[in-house]
C-alpha cells in the first residue's frame, strides 16, 4: 500500500525511477570525486564520511517508515484504503500487523473493516485470530470471518 492516491502515484512513479535515482547516483558520485580530488580526504576520512552517510540514510528510513505506518493507520480509521485495490501478498509484515491489531478492535467497523482487507491473503496470516473472529459478540462480524474463510475454501483452516 502506498498513502498516495493512484492518479498522482502512476503521474510521478516514472519521474522517480528515472530522475531521483540516477541524481542521487550523480551526486553521489560528485561529492566522492569533490572528496578525493579538490579537498584531497584521506581514505580513512572518506571512509568516517561514508559511515556518517550510512547513519544518515538508516535514521531516514526509520522516519520515513514511521510515516508510512502512521499514514497506513490514518486511512485505515477514515476508511480510505479500498480492499479491492490493496493487493496484501505484497505488503510488508508491518502493515499486516496493523491490520491484525484491527482485528482485536472493540469496534465493529474496525474488525469488518480489517477483515475485507485481509480477505485477499491466506488465513494462515491471521490463523491465531480466527477463533476470537468466530466468538465475537457482533453477528455481522461472525458471519463475514465465515464467508472469507468459505471463500479459501481450504480444509485445513
Same mark, same amino acid.
Given at each position: ?21 540516477? $541524481? ?15 579537498? +584531497?580526504?584521506?581514505?580513512? +576520512?572518506?571512509?568516517?564520511? $561514508? ?15 514511521? #510515516?508510512?505506518?502512521? +499514514? ?9 484504503? #479500498? ?55 457482533? +453477528? ?18
Amino acid at each position: 500500500y502506498l498513502p498516495i492516491p493512484p492518479q498522482t502515484r502512476n503521474a510521478v512513479k516514472g519521474f522517480i525511477d528515472m530522475f531521483v535515482d540516477r $541524481a542521487g547516483r550523480a551526486g553521489g558520485a560528485l561529492l566522492l570525486l569533490l572528496c578525493t580530488t579538490v579537498l +584531497s580526504v584521506s581514505v580513512p +576520512s572518506l571512509s568516517l564520511i $561514508a559511515s556518517g552517510l550510512v547513519v544518515a540514510w538508516l535514521a531516514m528510513g526509520i522516519a520515513v517508515k514511521r #510515516e508510512y505506518l502512521g +499514514s497506513f493507520r490514518r486511512a485505515l480509521e477514515k476508511k480510505i484504503i #479500498e480492499p479491492e485495490a490493496l493487493e496484501l501478498r505484497r505488503i510488508d509484515g508491518a502493515t499486516i500487523q496493523t491490520l491484525l491489531t484491527l482485528l482485536s478492535s472493540h469496534d465493529e467497523r474496525q474488525v469488518l473493516y480489517a477483515l475485507d482487507l485481509l480477505s485477499n491473503t491466506h488465513p494462515n496470516r491471521w490463523r491465531g485470530h480466527i477463533n476470537r473472529l468466530i466468538h465475537h459478540p457482533s +453477528s455481522t462480524v461472525r458471519a463475514r470471518t465465515i464467508a472469507v474463510l468459505a471463500g479459501w475454501n481450504d480444509p485445513a483452516i
